[in-house]
């Protein structure tokens, strides 16, 4: 079997920063009319821990709120986002399609592993027609301890992969590649930053640039 990879969602195949925004206005617009919020959407802030799965997202930016009304923002902030993307709002990265097409040419097995929710992904994925070229779409909820390193490593068990590379842009990518002795892929897209794309093994600012790395796989 040739090596496969394992591709994070946000920020290395998808543009999210296409639609953040305007779906976390709508979640924090709901709160402000509610009187339980007041001032800006914490957009920066969001962008800063960009990659966590998304209850540490709500407990990080709304540390006084009760679980219930996290629980509803995150409704309204999931349902913005569908919004979004069925309407066309948002954007693949330059080269991803071409560069999931040679690489599916190639036969190389192809994933993905998001911190994303499962509709959020299916959203995404049914919209571009990703599923012309992937293997298989993983979601954070797969696995009890929303944990990045833990679904890389449910997708490695269920798939026999003994060959692998992850490709993300965030330290919760390169820690799960590291956790599962795998080489990682730093993207240097729109939420990387360059301390998280130091512990990368390669780093590429363009998606089309995967194909010219020569990969090895790290020592056991």
């Known amino acids: 079997m040739k090596q496969a990879y394992i591709f994070d969602m946000d920020g290395t195949l998808f543009q999210t920063n296409r639609i953040l925004g305007h779906a976390l206005d709508d979640a924090f617009t709901f709160l402000r009319e509610q009187e339980r919020w007041t001032g ?3 957009l920066a802030k969001y962008q800063s821990i960009m990659g966590v799965p998304l209850p540490e997202v709500w407990r990080t930016l709304l ?6 009304e996290r629980t509803v923002v995150d409704q309204i ?14 954007a693949l990265y330059p080269g991803a399609e071409a560069t999931l097409m040679a690489l599916k040419a190639a036969d ?11 509709n959020y992904l299916a959203a995404i994925v049914t919209y571009y027609e990703l599923d012309r070229w992937l293997d298989g779409v993983y979601s954070i909820e797969d696995v009890a301890s929303l ?8 997708i490695l068990s269920n798939h026999q992969l003994t060959q692998a590379t992850v490709v993300g842009d965030r330290i919760s990518d390169f820690m799960a590649a590291r956790t599962n002795q795998l080489p990682a892929i730093g993207c240097r897209f729109d939420f990387s930053n360059e301390a998280e794309l ?6 590429v600012s363009d998606l089309r640039d995967i194909l ?3 990969l090895a796989p790290l020592s056991k």
């Not at 540390?63 to 219930?68: A, E, I, L, N, S």
């Not at 902030?77 to 948002?90: C, P, R, S, W, Y």
């Not at 944990?147 to 449910?154: E, F, G, M, N, P």
Request: proline share 6%; charged share 20%; no cysteine.
């Open 40 to 42: 800006e959407t914490p």
């Open 63 to 68: 540390p006084t709120h009760t679980d219930d």
């Open 77 to 90: 902030f999931q349902g913005a986002l569908i919004t979004h993307i069925k309407q066309g709002h948002g």
């Open 108 to 118: 190389h097995p192809l994933y993905i592993a998001s911190n994303g929710w499962n």
């Open 147 to 154: 944990q990045k390193s833990d679904l890389v490593r449910h």
């Open 198 to 203: 130091a512990e990368a093994d390669y780093i």
């Open 212 to 214: 010219k790395l020569s």
